[in-house]
């Protein structure tokens, strides 16, 4: 079996979408397959939104992305963990390229992720996206918004490090290679652009320097990242995209209220 695994919180504008390509994507690639949103916190209609598009939903209040992706691995039941962020559009090529390659022996690895052309970010952001569009497939490395493993693989690990607040999948990439064989498909995925949105060119470059100079407390305290990576993502998937609009008008017009899944096993809650 498959595992898709969704962490989210307030998702409901990006979340419809990104359930529905993940749908379409399993059954052409034709295996047994679920879908685990795992609800960290959410005030809005995201669960109401993983239910009516038949995924599971796990409910923790970590507020800290590595407790929340380990905390649906946790609840999978596949031999094959695929982490997809709420705001990414995967495709069948993407996935069926993923899981040849860990038929033959890759423990995992990650997918170059595209913003699509038709969104709106600042030209700085358009021209670095450019410039790094094949560099994870030329240096074989990735983390970001698709990834994915065998099951054993990410146990040998210890899953994504929860002292990080950003770039966890960084670091659980490089913990994937330590393992064996990290994977690189050509085929990309789309993901949005509103993180981007939210910063200046000075500000990343503000962001290069902190790296250097205090890089503990830039990965492990929240408050470093907040505005950036904690802010409630309502107002920012898709910001220019009408069609998402409605889609999120629809979805929660729709979503029936059902008894909510519970993973097997429990978990501790900690607040961000």
Same mark, same amino acid.
């Given at each position: 079996?498959?595992?898709?695994?969704?962490?989210?919180?307030?998702?409901?504008?990006?979340?419809?979408?990104?359930?529905?390509?993940?749908?379409?994507?399993?059954?052409?690639?034709?295996?047994?397959?679920?879908?685990?949103?795992?609800?960290?916190?959410?005030?809005?209609?995201?669960?109401?939104?993983?239910?009516?598009?038949?995924?599971?939903? &796990?409910?923790?209040?970590? %507020? @800290?992305?590595?407790?929340?992706?380990?905390?649906?691995?946790?609840?999978? *039941? !596949?031999? #094959?963990?695929?982490?997809?962020?709420?705001?990414?559009?995967?495709?069948?090529?993407?996935?069926?390229?993923?899981?040849?390659?860990?038929?033959?022996?890759?423990?995992?690895?990650?997918?170059?992720?595209?913003?699509?052309?038709?969104?709106?970010?600042?030209?700085?952001?358009?021209?670095?996206?450019?410039?790094?569009?094949?560099?994870?497939?030329?240096?074989?490395?990735?983390?970001?918004?698709?990834?994915?493993?065998?099951?054993?693989?990410?146990?040998?690990?210890?899953?994504?490090?929860?002292?990080?607040?950003?770039?966890?999948?960084?670091?659980? &990439?490089?913990?994937?290679? %330590? @393992?064996?064989?990290?994977?690189?498909?050509?085929?990309?995925?789309?993901? *949005? !652009?509103? #993180?981007?949105?939210?910063?200046?060119?000075?500000?990343?470059?503000?962001?290069?320097?902190?790296?250097?100079?205090?890089?503990?407390?830039?990965?492990?305290?929240?408050?470093?990242?907040?505005?950036?990576?904690?802010?409630?993502?309502?107002?920012?998937?898709?910001?220019?995209?009408?069609?998402?609009?409605?889609?999120?008008?629809?979805?929660?017009?729709?979503?029936?209220?059902?008894?909510?899944?519970?993973?097997?096993?429990?978990?501790?809650?900690?607040?961000?």
């Amino acid at each position: 079996m498959i595992s898709f695994i969704v962490p989210a919180h307030n998702e409901q504008t990006c979340l419809g979408r990104t359930l529905q390509a993940i749908q379409e994507s399993a059954r052409v690639i034709g295996q047994p397959f679920e879908i685990i949103v795992v609800d960290d916190a959410s005030t809005d209609a995201t669960a109401e939104i993983a239910r009516q598009n038949n995924a599971h939903v &796990a409910s923790v209040n970590h %507020r @800290q992305i590595a407790a929340t992706r380990n905390s649906g691995a946790r609840a999978s *039941s !596949g031999e #094959r963990f695929f982490f997809v962020d709420a705001d990414t559009i995967i495709n069948s090529r993407a996935v069926a390229s993923a899981m040849r390659a860990m038929d033959k022996g890759a423990v995992g690895g990650g997918g170059m992720t595209w913003v699509d052309k038709n969104e709106s970010v600042p030209l700085y952001a358009r021209l670095l996206l450019v410039l790094l569009a094949f560099a994870p497939k030329l240096v074989g490395f990735t983390g970001g918004a698709f990834m994915f493993c065998t099951r054993d693989g990410f146990y040998a690990t210890g899953g994504f490090n929860e002292r990080l607040y950003w770039a966890e999948e960084g670091g659980f &990439a490089l913990a994937l290679k %330590r @393992q064996g064989r990290f994977f690189v498909p050509w085929e990309h995925v789309l993901t *949005s !652009g509103r #993180r981007l949105r939210t910063m200046s060119a000075v500000q990343l470059l503000g962001g290069g320097v902190r790296m250097i100079f205090s890089p503990v407390k830039l990965f492990t305290q929240r408050s470093s990242v907040q505005k950036v990576w904690y802010k409630s993502a309502n107002s920012l998937c898709h910001r220019n995209d009408q069609r998402d609009r409605t889609a999120k008008t629809v979805n929660i017009a729709a979503a029936e209220t059902t008894t909510e899944w519970r993973p097997k096993r429990c978990y501790t809650s900690r607040s961000g």
